[in-house]
């Protein structure tokens, strides 16, 4: 159990570092890229929260699900909206990786009142 509990610490703590990593080369870049550079940072680090749905699996659903957050003035989660038409197991699993994305690293790696739009794929293997 102890091992487990170290093993999930230190895939955080390397994902969190490698976030805060890729944030400051996107920190360097001129105004105009540096958006799109974080919201492919995030996008990254946000597949690595999705679980893919054991339904969409069987039923070999696949697809990208496109979803809409807000943060507050304090980087909080403000709301998450699924954008477009998505099978709806996808669309949940999607919801989900964002908030915990949000819950863990995202409250070091999301700006203040700020609209993010970004794309969770499900590919199956």
């Known amino acids: 159990m102890k091992t487990k509990i170290l093993a999930f610490t230190l895939v955080l703590i390397s994902g969190f570092a490698f976030g805060q990593n890729k944030m400051e080369k996107c920190n360097k870049l001129e105004q105009t890229e540096q958006k799109l550079c974080k919201d492919n940072v995030i996008t990254h680090i946000i597949s690595d929260y ?4 054991q339904t ?7 697809g990208t699900v496109y979803v809409r957050f807000l ?3 304090n980087q909080n989660l403000k ?3 699924v954008l477009g038409e998505s099978d709806e ?8 990786a964002i908030e915990k994305f949000a819950d863990a690293e995202g409250k070091m790696m999301l700006a203040q ?13």
């Not at 999705?50 to 749905?53: G, L, Q, R």
């Not at 969409?56 to 696949?62: H, I, Q, V």
């Not at 197991?89 to 919801?95: D, E, H």
């Open 50 to 53: 999705v679980e893919y749905p």
């Open 56 to 62: 969409a699996k069987e039923n070999f659903n696949e």
């Open 71 to 73: 943060t507050d003035e």
């Open 79 to 81: 709301s998450v909206r």
């Open 89 to 96: 197991n996808l669309a949940a699993a999607a919801q989900k």
């Open 113 to 125: 009142s700020e609209v993010y739009r970004i794309p969770v794929k499900f590919e199956l293997e």
